[in-house]
C-alpha cells in the first residue's frame, strides 16, 4: 500500500500536499477548465487513498483471520478493485487536458 499526504479536505479547501495547492502557493493561476481538472483529479487521489487504506486494514486482519471471514475479505477486495477501475475511468480518463491552460 502506497501511503501519500493528504491532497484535500472534505469541506472543499486544499491541503498541503496537493498538486493545486503548490501551484496556487506559485502565485500563477489556473484557467476554469484546469481548476476544475485539477479538483476533479484531487477527488479521484483522495478517494483512491481511502481504497488503499482499506486495502492495507484487511491485508492485516488475514494473518489472524477464519476461513470463513477471508470469503469475506476477498469478496470486499473484489468490489474494491471495481471501485478503482471505476475511479480510473471516470476519475483520471474523464479528465479531458486537450484544453487546460
Same mark, same amino acid.
Given at each position: 500500500?502506497?501511503?501519500? /499526504?493528504?491532497?484535500?479536505? +472534505?469541506?472543499? &479547501? #486544499?491541503?498541503?500536499?496537493?498538486? =493545486?495547492?503548490?501551484? =496556487?502557493?506559485?502565485?500563477?493561476?489556473?484557467?476554469?477548465? @484546469?481548476? +476544475?481538472?485539477?479538483?476533479?483529479?484531487?477527488?479521484?487521489?483522495?478517494? #483512491?487513498?481511502?481504497?488503499?487504506?482499506?486495502?492495507? +486494514?484487511?491485508?492485516?486482519?488475514?494473518? $489472524? $483471520?477464519? /476461513?470463513? @471471514?477471508?470469503?469475506?475479505?476477498?469478496?470486499?477486495?473484489? &468490489?474494491?478493485?471495481?471501485?478503482?477501475? &471505476?475511479?480510473?475511468?471516470?476519475?483520471?480518463?474523464?479528465?479531458?487536458?486537450? +484544453?487546460? =491552460?
Amino acid at each position: 500500500v502506497v501511503r501519500r /499526504p493528504s491532497v484535500g479536505s +472534505e469541506d472543499g &479547501q #486544499l491541503r498541503e500536499g496537493s498538486a =493545486q495547492a503548490a501551484f =496556487q502557493k506559485s502565485g500563477r493561476r489556473l484557467s476554469m477548465n @484546469s481548476e +476544475e481538472s485539477m479538483s476533479r483529479l484531487d477527488r479521484t487521489d483522495r478517494d #483512491l487513498a481511502v481504497i488503499e487504506v482499506r486495502v492495507g +486494514e484487511i491485508v492485516a486482519l488475514i494473518e $489472524s $483471520s477464519t /476461513p470463513r @471471514s477471508l470469503v469475506t475479505f476477498r469478496t470486499e477486495l473484489a &468490489q474494491l478493485e471495481s471501485k478503482a477501475k &471505476q475511479l480510473e475511468v471516470k476519475g483520471v480518463d474523464d479528465v479531458y487536458t486537450s +484544453e487546460l =491552460q
